[in-house]
């Protein structure tokens, strides 16, 4: 006990000691080379996976959690919670590289346009662990789409980019679909 209290004095008592206005800064300047961040050490990276949207059977990975309205064409207002498979090839027991954790919902009224907001959790090779963010306006039945890549943690801090999409599969009757993600990414 008293071992204990002593290293705890030891501790903190530089803190209590000094003067808040040394100690508290609110902002510093820090060096971007020293903190890893250095500009010439930038690497720009494509990632290419497949994102395995399965709405239908036993084991969704896409959940309605919000339902449209009554008389929407588009569903409107619905709200999808996703833990969708990314895998490297189109078929879904091909090799997992990540999930796509986050969710989407349809925002508009007359055509089918979703809102996405999810984090590409990536789990194979050297960024095992370290996740991309992806905030997003995407036109589901247009050929091409493409959605911002706005950060991310890990290798991906400071993250910028965008993500070009390219439906690989879609079944209107069950409504899951398989979509080709290409990852243009600028990150440390
Ligand atoms: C739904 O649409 C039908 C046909 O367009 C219309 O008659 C009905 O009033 C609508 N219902 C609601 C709740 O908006
Ligand atoms: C990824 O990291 C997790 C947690 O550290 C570890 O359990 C897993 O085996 C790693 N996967 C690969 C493919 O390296």
Do not use: C
């Not at 008389?71 to 969708?84: A, C, L, P």
């Amino acid at each position: 006990m008293f071992t204990q209290f002593f290293i705890f004095f030891l501790l903190f008592t530089p803190i209590i000691s000094t003067t808040p206005h040394e100690t508290h800064d609110f902002v510093r300047t820090l060096d971007r080379k020293m903190s890893g961040l250095d500009e010439n050490q930038e690497k720009f990276s494509r990632f290419r996976f497949y994102w395995h949207d399965v709405v239908s059977g036993r084991n969704p990975s896409s959940i309605e959690v919000v339902s449209s309205g009554k008389n929407s064409t588009t569903s409107f207002g619905s709200v999808n919670m996703i833990e969708n498979p990314l895998t490297l090839e189109p078929q879904l027991n091909s090799q997992l590289v990540g999930m796509a954790q986050g969710f989407y919902a349809s925002t508009s009224q007359s055509e089918v346009t979703l809102l996405m907001a999810m984090n590409f959790a990536i789990t194979e090779g050297k960024y095992n662990g370290s996740s991309i963010t992806i905030l997003g306006r995407n036109p589901v039945f247009n050929k091409k789409r493409e959605m911002p890549v706005i950060g991310g943690s890990g290798l991906f801090r400071f993250a910028r980019g965008y993500a070009q999409l390219r439906t690989h599969w879609f079944s209107p009757s069950t409504r899951d679909a398989i979509v080709e993600y290409t990852v243009y990414v600028l990150h440390y």
